[in-house]
Nanobody, 125 residues
Framework: QVQLVESGGGLVQAGGSLRLSCAASGRTFSTNTMGWFRRAPGKEREFVARLSWSGGSTDYADSVKGRFTISRDNAKNTVYLRMNNLNDEDTAVYYC??????????????????WGQGTQVTVSS
């Protein structure tokens, strides 16, 4: 059974930083794109960042570009999201996800087949 478990969320002041982790178990995803999405209160789920299987290709939403960094450790089957200079618009539940198909690079949440339970990030101003 595949499981994705996020951790690292919490309460942080505006301008602060957090690092989210997402550990996958049940199978190896070394050739699948891994991504982060978020859902803010009253809003739709939105794409945040994704990383190719090799780590050589990244993609970020404009709202987080330059502040967030996605990385992965295939040996640990883990993906990370480093978030710097947080602001109140970053407050959301953050979800990690794994693309359904190997080598598929996509922002579309419909293309992701495995999801974590989410971790809450709250930024206080």
């Amino acid at each position: 059974q595949v499981q994705l478990v996020e951790s690292g969320g919490g309460l942080v002041q505006a301008g602060g930083s957090l690092r989210l982790s997402c550990a996958a178990s049940g199978r190896t995803f070394s050739t699948n794109t891994m991504g982060w999405f978020r859902r803010a209160p009253g809003k739709e789920r939105e794409f945040v960042a994704r990383l190719s299987w090799s780590g050589g290709s990244t993609d970020y939403a404009d709202s987080v570009k330059g502040r967030f960094t996605i990385s992965r450790d295939n040996a640990k089957n883990t993906v990370y999201l480093r978030m710097n200079n947080l602001n109140d618009e970053d407050t959301a539940v953050y979800y990690c996800a794994v693309a359904k198909l190997p080598l598929l690079a996509t922002r579309n949440p419909q293309d992701y087949g495995y999801w974590g339970q989410g971790t809450q990030v709250t930024v206080s101003s």
